[in-house]
């Protein structure tokens, strides 16, 4: 005769092992708050460039030129936090390419616009038109070559001045005009409020964001060791002026900025050469 379990005893042991066994409680499905955060700065910036549309709208075209300052430094982040973070995607990027469009395409020259351009007639709305269709041709251009393959040494050079440095330079009769009426140079706010002054820094400005000219990226910008010292000097001192006097800084910056290209093109080519003549002959 077999001893079998009762029942009862049967019963025990199955409420003992539901008891030992551990609950695994379905996990959430979604995507982690550290991958939204690229998003969110992204978001951030283009709130600050709709916000100084608003500015500009009101007649507060300081506090208008500050939000798209705030935009581009953004802008800056945005794209690295992403990286560290591990959380570039394809939404991110066609995010950015978006508030880029409006921050730095669209914003300034509706800035220009309501500060003096407007005072021309329907011949101040074409320069702000042509830069933005100058900027939304060259974020596409960029975006379109993201995945095209490129010789090494084109890894430190944008094709065309960036769309926040664009951004920048046509603001710069709005930063002088600030400057200039903060040291009283009635003079040089006549000429920088001019619209014809600023028709002409639109449509250069346009210019040099279609071209083919080699600027440098600085994201990826590698110098010798004995530069390295006099270069953080200079950004010590040029943030020393930005506090003290941003608009005298945020002005000279721009200038710096075109006076950079000449020396970018030629290194462009320096690199191109070495590395043609590195290349083994057929």
């Known amino acids: 005769m077999t001893n079998r379990p009762v029942p009862l005893m049967q019963a025990s042991m199955r409420r003992l092992k539901t008891r030992l066994k551990p609950r695994l409680r379905p996990r959430f499905q979604g995507p982690s708050f550290n991958r939204m955060i690229p998003n969110i700065l992204t978001m951030l910036g283009l709130c600050s460039g709709l916000t100084s549309m608003r500015f500009a709208f009101e007649g507060r075209f300081g506090a208008a030129a500050a939000a798209i300052v705030v935009a581009a430094a953004i802008d800056g982040l945005d794209g690295r936090i992403a990286r560290l973070l591990k959380a570039t995607s394809r939404f991110g990027a066609e995010f950015d390419s978006l508030a880029d469009f409006l921050c730095f395409g669209v914003a300034p020259s509706f800035i220009l616009y309501m500060w003096t351009l407007q005072s021309a007639g329907g011949f101040g709305y074409v320069p702000g038109l042509m830069f933005s269709v100058c900027m939304a041709l060259r974020l596409a251009r960029f975006n379109a070559a993201l995945d095209a393959p490129h010789p090494a040494y084109t890894y430190n050079f944008f094709t065309g001045v960036p769309a926040p440095a664009g951004a920048g330079l046509v603001l710069f009769p709005l930063f002088a005009g600030m400057e200039a009426k903060s040291l009283h140079w009635e003079w040089l706010f006549t000429i920088v409020h001019a619209p014809i002054f600023c028709a002409v820094i639109l449509v250069g400005t346009s210019l040099l964001l279609v071209s083919t000219l080699p600027v440098w990226n600085f994201k990826n910008f590698k110098m010798r060791h004995n530069l390295v010292l006099p270069t953080m000097l200079g950004i010590g001192l040029y943030a020393a002026l930005l506090?003290?006097?941003?608009?005298?800084?945020?002005?000279?910056?721009?200038?710096?900025?075109?006076?950079?290209?000449?020396?970018?093109?030629?290194?462009?080519?320096?690199?191109?050469?070495?590395?043609?003549?590195?290349?083994?002959?057929?």
């Open 243 to 282: 506090v003290a006097d941003p608009w005298a800084a945020l002005a000279i910056g721009g200038l710096l900025y075109v006076g950079m290209i000449p020396f970018s093109i030629r290194s462009y080519h320096q690199l191109k050469e070495a590395a043609e003549a590195s290349e083994p002959v057929a």
